[in-house]
């Protein structure tokens, strides 16, 4: 059964910086696709970025393009969410996901983490 657990977020203030994490476990993970995706209060579920299964590709919102860095540690089973320069509009439920396909992500047969609360005070 695959799990994805979340961590790290928190409250922080404009301009601040978090880093998220997910730990997964029953995935190959050597093979799976990750990514973050996050759902603020009232609007759909959005992503945020993947990463390839070795690292080697990674994609991104334009709302997060240069603030937000994704990484992995295949070793670990891990996988991270950098978060710079946070905005309000940062303000979400992030959502850790894995699937088989940097280009499937999201769709159906994505797994999915409970999420973690990200408040950006301004």
């Known amino acids: 059964q695959v799990q994805l657990v979340e961590s790290g977020g928190g409250l922080v203030q404009v301009g601040g910086s978090l880093k998220l994490s997910c730990a997964a476990s029953g995935l190959g993970f050597n093979w799976s696709a990750m990514g973050w995706f996050r759902q603020a209060p009232g609007k759909e579920r959005e992503f945020v970025t993947t990463?390839?299964?070795?690292?080697?590709?990674?994609k991104y919102a334009d709302s997060v393009q240069g603030r937000f860095t994704v990484s992995r540690d295949n070793a670990e089973k891990m996988v991270y969410l950098q978060m710079n320069n946070l905005k309000p509009e940062d303000t979400a439920v992030y959502y850790c996901a894995a699937s088989s396909s940097i280009d499937t992500i999201g769709q159906s047969g994505t797994s999915w983490g409970r999420g973690t609360q990200v408040t950006v005070s301004s």
């Open positions: 990463i390839s299964n070795f690292g080697r590709t990674t």
